[in-house]
């Protein structure tokens, strides 16, 4: 069974400009049709995985779209192995090929599909 990186349904707590503790970010509702469309493409392309909500604990650019959207999920749909995680946001930030195709294969099952 793989572990995805889940569909976040979280509070983000940021500072502002100012550096004061910014309100946190709305929380997504699991239980919307929206949702369930996120563990049924991660299924269609990696069988067997689990999606379940989480906790971020950073800045998302998923704040601006709260006042358009009913709910916003940051989802990542990727599987990397420990030595890999450095990669995405450290010193030359990269991701392997196959990985990034494997994403690219989940968003287009989520937006293509009921």
């Not at 959207?69 to 990542?76: C, E, G, T």
């Not at 990397?80 to 196959?98: E, R, T, V």
């Amino acid at each position: 069974m793989t572990l995805l990186n889940a569909a976040d349904v979280y509070f983000d707590r940021h500072l502002d400009k100012r550096g004061a503790p910014a309100p946190p970010e709305q929380l997504a509702d699991e239980n919307a049709p929206a949702f369930k469309r996120i563990p049924a493409a991660a299924n269609r392309v990696s069988d067997g995985c689990v999606v379940a909500p989480s906790m971020v604990l950073g800045m998302t650019d998923g704040r601006y779209y709260e006042q358009v959207a009913d709910n916003v999920y940051r989802f990542s749909p990727f599987v990397l192995a420990p030595a890999s995680m450095a990669s995405i946001h450290g010193a030359d930030g990269h991701m392997d090929i196959n990985t990034y195709a494997k994403m690219v294969e989940c968003y287009r099952e989520m937006f293509t599909h009921e």
